[in-house]
């Protein structure tokens, strides 16, 4: 009977463990996408940054010029 409830006991941990690791494995595959679309966002808004920066730039030399 102690042979088959450690059986038994040792059968429900390694359930358990295996059940505990696929929704951290998910959970991680979740955490990087997450951060995959947010690095996406933070290069287009960098990009749109540069396109401004650029048009600002223009604009100066622009106004620069009428100074003179």
């Given at each position: 009977m102690?042979?088959?409830?450690?059986?038994?006991?040792?059968?429900?941990?390694?359930?358990?463990?295996?059940?505990?690791?696929?929704?951290?494995?998910?959970?991680?595959n979740?955490a990087?996408?997450?951060?995959?679309?947010?690095?996406?966002?933070?290069a287009?808004?960098?990009?749109a940054?540069?396109?401004?920066?650029?048009?600002?730039?223009?604009?100066?030399?622009?106004?620069a010029t009428?100074?003179?």
């Amino acid at each position: 009977m102690k042979k088959i409830a450690v059986v038994f006991a040792s059968a429900g941990l390694l359930a358990l463990a295996a059940c505990g690791e696929k929704p951290a494995a998910e959970a991680n595959n979740a955490a990087a996408v997450e951060n995959v679309v947010d690095n996406a966002a933070n290069a287009v808004e960098n990009a749109a940054n540069v396109v401004e920066n650029a048009a600002n730039v223009v604009e100066n030399a622009a106004n620069a010029t009428n100074a003179q």
